[in-house]
């Protein structure tokens, strides 16, 4: 069965102060993963799509990487308002074309000035 | 703007009592979703649909119903709701290059 495990599920950080958010998988041949953004009362909001092993995207203070086994992702000198629960997901492989997808718990990430 | 829709926002019933939550979204998407997102448990796929007339089951597909009868609808029905169908539900639609666009949610209460 194929499953999306996050850590930490909570993350309190100063501002200012880099950490990692880990997104662990086990599926039987990945087909991408993807990050999402969730803010409280709020519906997920996209952020990014990581296809093979080694490859990285940025965007403002955040960057994904994706190896064989799990993926990061990486906050530089963050503020206040990247304070959200972080989403990681995966294709589900019992799914048509992309249908199924599977999403960890989240990392809950406050940031304090 | 691009959005989807859901309604209502929020939604108090007692158990057995049919419903509907609407959803409607104005991209022109194939696909789209539901999805339950518990505390503890985080967001679960429902059912989905690849296009019109065509829905799958996904993880936790017991007690609803889906249809797609037109593309820029995809309601979700609960013939029977139980006090454990109590939940935040999103919808979503996505484009061909797997970017889901989640509707703002509703919260479901079971009594």
């Known amino acids: 069965e194929d499953q999306v495990t996050q850590s930490p599920e909570a993350l309190r950080l100063q501002e200012g102060e880099s950490s990692s958010l880990n997104c662990s998988y086990t599926?039987?041949?990945?087909?991408?993963l993807f990050w999402y953004r969730q803010d409280p009362g709020k519906g997920p909001e996209f952020l990014f799509t990581?296809?093979?092993a080694g490859e990285e995207k940025e965007k403002e203070r955040l960057k994904a990487t994706l190896t064989k086994k799990e993926s990061f992702l990486h906050i530089t000198a963050p503020k206040p308002e990247d304070s959200a629960t972080y989403l990681c997901a995966v294709p589900n492989a019992g799914g048509t074309s992309y249908g199924k997808l599977t999403f960890g718990q989240g990392t809950i990430l406050t940031v304090h000035p | 703007e691009a959005q989807v829709t859901q309604n209502p926002r929020y939604l108090i019933t007692v158990t057995g009592k049919k419903l509907t939550v609407t959803c409607s979204q104005n991209m022109n998407h194939e696909y789209m979703s539901w999805y339950r997102q518990d505390p503890g448990l985080g967001l679960r796929q429902i059912y989905y649909?690849?296009?019109?007339?065509?829905?799958d089951k996904g993880d936790v597909p017991e007690g609803y119903k889906v249809s797609r009868k037109e593309k820029r609808n995809f309601p979700l029905i609960l013939e029977s709701p139980s006090p454990n169908q109590t939940s935040l539900y999103f919808c979503a639609s996505r484009t061909t290059n797997e970017k889901l666009f989640f509707g703002s949610g509703t919260q479901l209460s079971v009594l």
């Open positions: 990581l296809y093979s």
């Open positions: 649909s690849m296009n019109v007339e065509v829905t």
């Open positions: 599926v039987s041949g990945l087909r991408g």
